[in-house]
């Protein structure tokens, strides 16, 4: 018999619409990146995530603007760059705490969630949002404070989200066995990861997209179909 003890899940496109993400908080970093490094380039947190992004890039020494430019680009393309991650998650903030947005949930999701918590499971996220961008996330979100229901959180700090060893960490991070975890995602290669290190999957597949001939994870169109 499965028994399910903690449940591990991503945002975009998971508990939340893409839309919001590529929409709101996307071009909200993008626009407001140049001012930030302007006014906050000096800090040594801000100066880590910047000689981050220009080693990745490979640049031995690269202006400012360069930088600046390039992380711009990074947006645009979706790079999943943990430093392009912790510098957007700094810039939301901002906006979070302005009231300019609040995060999308999917309508369903955060009654489950509780229910799931109160069922006794653990709830943990797994985003390339960084780990202060994801608390701000549920803080700030749509359905009120959800953050006193997750008991931990995993950035690419972990591992990329399509190799199965991030998901080995995960599940010794959290001192559970992988045939004890579910792991819910709209990114079929990232469910490959997860089940390869030995998780259960649950693939989110959101109206409208289509459903898929034989779908090679469980399929589920929204949280209240998932059955533990
Ligand atoms: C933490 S909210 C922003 C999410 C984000 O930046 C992103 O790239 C979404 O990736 P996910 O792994 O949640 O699909
Ligand atoms: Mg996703």
Do not use: C
Not at 10 to 35: H, M, N
Not at 77 to 83: G, L, N, P, Q, V
Not at 153 to 180: C, L, M, N, V, W
């Amino acid at each position: 018999m499965i028994e399910i003890r903690a449940i591990v899940t991503d945002i975009e496109g998971t508990t939340s619409s893409i839309s919001f993400v590529r929409d709101v908080l996307f071009p909200y970093a993008r626009k407001r990146l140049p001012a930030f490094i302007e006014t906050h380039g000096d800090k040594p947190e801000v100066q880590h995530w910047l000689h981050e992004a220009a080693e990745e890039a490979g640049l031995v020494e690269a202006s400012r603007q360069y930088i600046i430019e390039l992380l711009q680009q990074w947006i645009d393309e979706d790079r999943k760059s943990t430093a392009l991650k912790a510098l957007q998650g700094m810039i939301w903030k901002e906006g979070y705490a302005a009231g300019d947005y609040r995060a999308h949930l999917y309508p369903e999701v955060a009654a489950r969630l509780r229910e799931w918590r109160a069922d006794g499971l653990r709830l943990y996220v797994y985003s390339s949002g960084s780990v202060p961008a994801q608390q701000l996330f549920f803080r700030y979100s749509e359905a009120g404070d959800l953050t006193p229901l997750f008991a931990g959180y995993f950035d690419t700090e972990t591992g990329p989200k399509r190799e199965t060893e991030s998901y080995r960490r995960i599940a010794a991070a959290i001192d559970e066995q992988p045939r004890h975890i579910l792991f819910l995602s709209d990114i079929v290669e990232e469910l490959d990861a997860a089940q390869a290190a030995g998780f259960h999957t649950g693939w989110l597949i959101r109206e409208p997209l289509p459903w898929p001939g034989e779908p090679r994870h469980r399929a589920f169109r929204d949280f209240d179909a998932i059955t533990l």
